[in-house]
Nanobody, 123 residues
Framework: QVQLVESGGGLVQAGGSLRLSCAAS????????VGWFRQAPGKERDFVAA????????YYADSVKGRFTISRDDAKNTVYLQMNSLKPEDTAVYYC????????????????WGQGTQVTVAS
């Protein structure tokens, strides 16, 4: 099972940007689809974005489409989430997750998870 570690979270003003990183250990990372999810206090964990094995197919939640970009660098065993035009409603703990096979939006279909990184957007 691959180990995932997120980084890059922090406090930012509305309209600002952050780039999250998801670093993976294990030689099989390049064969895994990777997704980003987020969970705000008292709410369910929601899908944000995902990238397939090739890196050529991506999928976004409507709420972040046009503002967030997911990408992967298999040479560095890392997946990134570039977040622009951040809004207070983007405040949450962000998790990356990995799975074999195609990308899905359902969190239960991902079997490897990181510990999460906090993103706080101030108004």
């Amino acid at each position: 099972q691959v180990q995932l570690v997120e980084s890059g979270g922090g406090l930012v003003q509305a309209g600002g940007s952050l780039r999250l990183s998801c670093a993976a250990s294990g030689r099989t990372f390049s064969s895994l689809a990777v997704g980003w999810f987020r969970q705000a206090p008292g709410k369910e964990r929601d899908f944000v974005a995902a990238v397939d094995v090739s890196g050529g197919n991506t999928y976004y939640a409507d709420s972040v489409k046009g503002r967030f970009t997911i990408s992967r660098d298999d040479a560095k065993n890392t997946v990134y989430l570039q977040m622009n035009s951040l809004k207070p409603e983007d405040t949450a703990v962000y998790y990356c997750a990995a799975r074999n096979g195609p990308i899905f939006t359902q969190s239960v279909l991902y079997n490897s998870w990181g510990q999460g990184t906090q993103v706080t957007v101030a108004s």
